[in-house]
T-cell receptor
Framework: GQSLEQPSEVTAVEGAIVQINCTYQTSGFYGLSWYQQHDGGAPTFLSYNALDGLEETGRFSSFLSRSDSYGYLLLQELQMKDSASYFCAVRDDSDSWGKLQFGAGTQVVVTP | DSGVTQTPKHLITATGQRVTLRCSPRSGDLSVYWYQQSLDQGLQFLIQYYNGEERAKGNILERFSAQQFPDLHSELNLSSLELGDSALYFC????????????FGNGTRLTVT
């Protein structure tokens, strides 16, 4: 089976930096993904890490340590529009085609 | 716009009824996934299809069934509906599996009264 843990909520002010941690347990592992979901909207893909290290995409970066079964999403120069839920997800290919399982999500609240 | 189309956007029905949710994947995508999201909850994986065949199953209730048709669109059938089935149902598609990112539709909000 799989399990993912991430904090339920993080609050920060505009311009700040936020780090959302995700720890996972899975029998197989094929990468850690991050998705953003604004209230009531469709989740959108942010990043994917298959190998250890940091991936940077604009103001957002994602990190993975496979030995620690741990990753994080770093949101820099926070903007009001970054207020949303952020989900980490892992794909477990120990079964046939690797369903993508999501964590419970971290609600990021950005204040002025 | 993700290119994934879900219909209807909203559905209100009574307990015991049956509904069908429809999903058209992004052009070129062969994989279709269904997820359920209850109020303030995460995304619960239901089922995945690849090119018409079922490939992975999550904690999908026996009252729920799905299929993917030759034109790659998919339908999720929910029967004997209960109040607890009220949720947002998302369809997502991807080119394949593995590292392919999922592209989500805007969801169908189901309310069971």
């Amino acid at each position: 089976g799989q399990s993912l843990e991430q904090p339920s909520e993080v609050t920060a002010v505009e311009g700040a930096i936020v780090q959302i941690n995700c720890t996972y347990q899975t029998s197989g592992f094929y990468g850690l993904s991050w998705y953003q979901q604004h209230d009531g909207g469709a989740p959108t893909f942010l990043s994917y890490n298959a190998l250890d290290g940091l991936e940077e995409t604009g103001r957002f970066s994602s990190f993975l340590s496979r030995s620690d079964s741990y990753g994080y999403l770093l949101l820099q120069e926070l903007q009001m529009k970054d207020s949303a839920s952020y989900f980490c997800a892992v794909r477990d290919d120990s079964d046939s085609w690797g369903k993508l399982q999501f964590g419970a999500g971290t609600q990021v609240v950005v204040t002025p | 716009d993700s290119g994934v189309t879900q219909t209807p956007k909203h559905l209100i029905t009574a307990t015991g009824q049956r509904v069908t949710l429809r999903c058209s994947p992004r052009s070129g995508d062969l994989s279709v996934y269904w997820y359920q999201q209850s109020l303030d909850q995460g995304l619960q994986f239901l089922i995945q299809y690849y090119n018409g065949e079922e490939r992975a199953k999550g904690n999908i209730l026996e009252r729920f069934s799905a299929q993917q048709f030759p034109d790659l669109h998919s339908e999720l059938n929910l029967s004997s509906l209960e109040l607890g089935d009220s949720a947002l149902y998302f369809c997502a598609s991807s080119v394949g599996q593995g590292s392919s990112p999922l592209h989500f539709g805007n969801g169908t909000r189901l309310t069971v009264t």
